[in-house]
T-cell receptor, first 115, second 112 residues
Framework: GAVVSQHPSRVICKSGTSVKIECRSL??????MFWYRQFPKQSLMLMAT?????????EQGVEKDKFLINHASLTLSTLTVTSAHPEDSSFYIC???????????FGPGTRLTVL | DAKTTQPPSMDCAEGRAANLPCNHS???????VYWYRQIHSQGPQYIIH???NNETNEMASLIITEDRKSSTLILPHATLRDTAVYYC?????????????FGTGTRLQVTL
């Protein structure tokens, strides 16, 4: 149990386009989902915290108009990278929190490459 | 959340125990020690957590010193598939969702 999926697993896009990444909790309901970003050879950095039915809370330095987060249901959160540029190329990872386990479970990550 | 310090890298022979240390000298009384690992190009995986007692599960053992200022994650019989970056994180366990702050972790290389 407690499986989190992400789609797509990898995406390549042209500069200036928008990319949507989905994060799903497959066998539990997640009231809170987190979005992280990881650049090569670096650690995970939290981008935002998303609560179902409310606006996401962004970490300092993360542009909320560039990284749009929607958490419309207890099993799905989406991250849209708008007008992507090469510097947005990174590994994006979501996690979902469940009160049943009182723990965060991580998705497998999405590798974004912007040309 | 308290800051943690881990060695940047360690090697371990396959079949041997891997002992990964973590210092958290500023930990407060109600903060837990969590361990996650991240295999290359995958999301982090929860391993174990504890408050002050030693803990063991099917993956690993966690030894926390009596003063709680440091801990050791033990993989009793390391395999090649245990090669990963291991993160020690200290945080409150309030029963509500709280963010995880990842440090640089320890890169464990298990060799033949």
């Amino acid at each position: 149990g407690a499986v989190v999926s992400q789609h797509p697993s990898r995406v390549i896009c042209k500069s200036g386009t928008s990319v949507k990444i989905e994060c799903r909790s497959l066998d539990f309901q997640a009231t809170t989902m987190f979005w992280y970003r990881q650049f090569p050879k670096q650690s995970l950095m939290l981008m935002a915290t998303s609560n179902e039915g409310s606006k996401a809370t962004y970490e300092q330095g993360v542009e909320k108009d560039k990284f749009l987060i929607n958490h419309a249901s207890l099993t799905l959160s989406t991250l849209t990278v708008t007008s992507a540029h090469p510097e947005d190329s990174s590994f994006y990872i979501c996690s979902a929190w469940t009160s049943g386990h009182n723990e965060q479970f991580f998705g497998p990550g999405t590798r974004l490459t912007v040309l | 959340d308290a800051k943690t310090t881990q060695p940047p890298s360690m090697d371990c022979a396959e079949g041997r125990a891997a002992n990964l240390p973590c210092n958290h000298s500023t930990i407060s009384g109600n903060e837990y020690v969590y361990w996650y690992r991240q295999i290359h190009s995958q999301g982090p995986q929860y391993i174990i957590h504890g408050l002050k007692n030693n803990e063991t599960n099917e993956m690993a053992s966690l030894i926390i010193t009596e003063d709680r200022k440091s801990s050791t994650l033990i993989l009793p019989h390391a395999t090649l598939r245990d090669t990963a970056v291991y993160y020690c994180i200290v945080r409150l366990n309030t029963g509500t969702a709280s963010k995880l702050t990842f440090g640089t972790g320890t890169r464990l290389q298990v060799t033949l």
